[in-house]
Nanobody, 114 residues
């Protein structure tokens, strides 16, 4: 079965860090572009970050640039999103996506609050 499964969300204080994981099964994530998106209550889904299939090119949304880092561990078939200096406005459900496979994960909740 081809799927993506996210984990690593939780409650963190402002200024803290979290690392989200997106584990692929049924296909090799290193061969495909993987995106992270997020959706806050009452808002549209927002692009967060992307890691391109060839090489290590990465792209970030303006709101997370300089704070978030997307990376890939091919041995674990996993894409990570390291989130630093978190702000309350980062609160959202975070989803990973494979556009080539038209796949979305189920999402993981991130809440930034004191």
């Amino acid at each position: 079965q081809v799927q993506l499964v996210e984990s690593g969300g939780g409650l963190v204080q402002p200024g803290g860090s979290l690392r989200l994981s997106c584990v692929g099964s049924g296909f090799d994530v290193s061969s495909y572009t993987i995106n992270w998106h997020r959706q806050a209550p009452g808002k549209e889904r927002e692009f967060v970050a992307s890691i391109i299939s060839i090489g290590t090119n990465t792209f970030y949304g303006d709101s997370v640039k300089g704070r978030f880092i997307i990376s890939r561990d091919n041995a674990k078939n996993t894409v990570f999103l390291k989130m630093n200096n978190l702000k309350p406005e980062d609160t959202a459900v975070y989803y990973c996506q494979s556009p080539n496979w038209a796949l979305w994960g189920q999402g993981t909740q991130v809440t930034v609050s004191s």
